[in-house]
């Protein structure tokens, strides 16, 4: 029976050369199609973010879009790779300065005599169109940030999971039992006391 025939008919086994062949054609694929859309599906999170104040769009639409870039990203090359790329450990910097930035322009007017959150009080034209485009930067940085760090968060518990188990099946701490002598588990010790 060929490997065709034995799939078809469900015998053929999961690990076989040509299921592993067809895996690999799948994901090269979808990262070379991931690998083209990116930039796209950033330029346009980018877009709906700085569009806020005058047509649909804003912060947050725009810091979802650019985050699910990233996530998607992420697991079409792997998580990886998309960490490296993007610094992940600065996420928590970058979503506080998405804060400091909002809070600066709404404390702002009162430097030029104006009230919390005045907008129009910065000497600059058409203030309030501006300022609230700093403050739809600063949401959609925040948003992108949080999004883009849960993801990493998830993924990273995971392989930490998957890395902490052994070929049998164990984790690493039932194995140092093991080789100091005792078969027993460690929850047990208490019981003989």
Request: charged residues 20%; aromatic residues 6%; without cysteine.
């Amino acid at each position: 029976m060929s490997g065709d025939e034995g799939r078809a008919s469900g015998d053929g086994e999961s690990g076989s050369p040509d299921a592993d062949a067809d895996e690999e054609a799948v994901g090269a694929v979808a990262a070379t199609t991931v690998r083209l859309v990116a930039p796209f599906a950033a330029t346009f999170g980018v877009f709906t973010t700085l569009h806020g104040t005058s047509s649909v769009g804003g912060g947050f639409q725009g810091g979802v879009v650019v985050a699910a870039t990233v996530v998607l990203l992420g697991f079409a090359l792997g998580p990886g790779v998309v960490r490296e790329e993007f610094a992940v450990a600065r996420l928590p910097a970058l979503a506080a300065a998405g804060v400091v930035g909002f809070a600066a322009v709404g404390v702002g007017p009162l430097a030029f005599g104006g009230r919390l959150l005045e907008l129009a009080a910065y000497p600059i034209p058409k203030p309030a169109v501006y300022a609230t485009e700093v403050i739809e930067v600063a949401i959609a940085a925040t948003v992108a940030a949080a999004l883009v760090g849960l993801f990493f968060a998830l993924v990273g518990d995971s392989e930490a999971r998957r890395a902490s188990k052994t070929p049998s099946g164990e984790t690493p701490r039932d194995g140092a039992t093991r080789a100091a002598g005792t078969d027993r588990d460690p929850a047990e010790e208490g019981d003989d006391a």
